[in-house]
Nanobody, 124 residues
Framework: HVQLVESGGGSVQAGGSLRLSCAVSGYNYGSSTCMAWFRQAPGKGREGVAAIFTGVGSTYYANSMEGRGTISEDNGKNTVYLQMNSLKPEDTAVYYC??????????????????WGHGTQVTV
């Protein structure tokens, strides 16, 4: 049974930072997987935030998070992180972790992901 469990959300003042975590279980995480963070704000559609191709460590960022966010992975802990700095009120959303078995994260923002977490709320 595959599970993605997000944590680390909360309320923070504008300009502050948060680190989100996504713990993966029941899944052969080690390689050939695109792990991504998406978010959905009230009344808006879901949008990509950042992605990482596991094992290789290639990273990808949406324009909204470029320069403010860092996605990383800890293979030993089967965990993906999203460090977000200089947070803005428009970053307020539920943040979701997702996994996709694939050969790359190419066009990750529009791709179909196989597994999703339940989300963690970020309020700025």
């Amino acid at each position: 049974h595959v599970q993605l469990v997000e944590s680390g959300g909360g309320s923070v003042q504008a300009g502050g930072s948060l680190r989100l975590s996504c713990a993966v279980s029941g899944y052969n995480y080690g390689s050939s997987t695109c792990m991504a963070w998406f978010r959905q704000a009230p009344g808006k559609g879901r949008e990509g935030v950042a992605a990482i191709f596991t094992g290789v460590g290639s990273t990808y960022y949406a324009n909204s998070m470029e320069g403010r966010g860092t996605i990383s992975e800890d293979n030993g802990k089967n965990t993906v992180y999203l460090q977000m700095n200089s947070l803005k009120p428009e970053d307020t959303a539920v943040y979701y972790c997702a996994a996709r078995r694939t050969r790359s994260c190419w066009q990750w923002e529009g791709a179909d992901f196989n597994y999703w977490g339940h989300g963690t709320q970020v309020t700025v």
